[in-house]
């Protein structure tokens, strides 16, 4: 019996990652025979897939906008999936003109490592703390690629214990 080498096997591996990742993007509704909606599952999205081809565009939280003490990585697991032209728009508020209050800017930090560390030395500032005001900071989701985000105030305090962090990987559109 004959065993497969490592090079084979990982590059079916991730042929097969790649196969479902594409399957599980497409719209499966074809066919005279086709059963309506099958691939669909009960996960809790707070949106429809994005089947229009065209962008949405989601408040970071919700609700809750961008601030200390909520967890954005729950947050963008319930609203998965996003795609690429997609626009997440921080909402926080401006610090307050007598030094009180909690300023939060917006990060974009480089790889996994930083992210999961809450290490800004590479990060990317890309919202100070009076850009989040109003009608908030949007920021376009440009490519296919993990895009980390994080609140690097208070020498990165508020990614590390107050939870403002989180990573999202859009997704292209398929075109059928």
């Not at 025979?33 to 009960?42: G, L, Y």
């Not at 993990?146 to 214990?161: D, L, P, R, S, V």
Request: aromatic share 18%.
């Amino acid at each position: 019996m004959a065993l497969v080498n490592p090079q084979t096997f990982l590059l079916l591996a991730v042929f097969s990652c790649m196969f479902a990742i594409g399957l599980a993007n497409y719209d499966f509704n074809w066919g005279p025979r086709s059963p309506r909606n099958w691939n669909k599952t009960d996960c809790p999205y707070t949106h429809p897939p994005n089947a229009t081809q065209t962008s949405n565009r989601f408040i970071v939280g919700g609700s809750e906008n961008w601030h200390y003490g909520f967890n954005y990585m729950d947050w963008a697991r319930m609203t998965v999936p996003f795609f690429v032209n997609d626009t997440l728009v921080f909402k926080y508020d401006p610090p307050n003109a007598n030094g009180t209050g909690f300023p939060h800017s917006v990060y974009l930090l480089p790889n996994y490592r930083s992210f999961n560390k809450c290490d800004f030395r590479r990060a990317k500032r890309i919202a100070d703390p009076t850009q989040g005001a109003g009608e908030g900071f949007e920021f376009v989701l440009k490519k296919m690629q993990t895009y980390y985000f994080a609140c690097g105030e208070h020498q990165g305090i508020h990614c590390k214990t107050g939870n403002m962090k989180f990573a999202v990987m859009p997704l292209k559109h398929w075109r059928f």
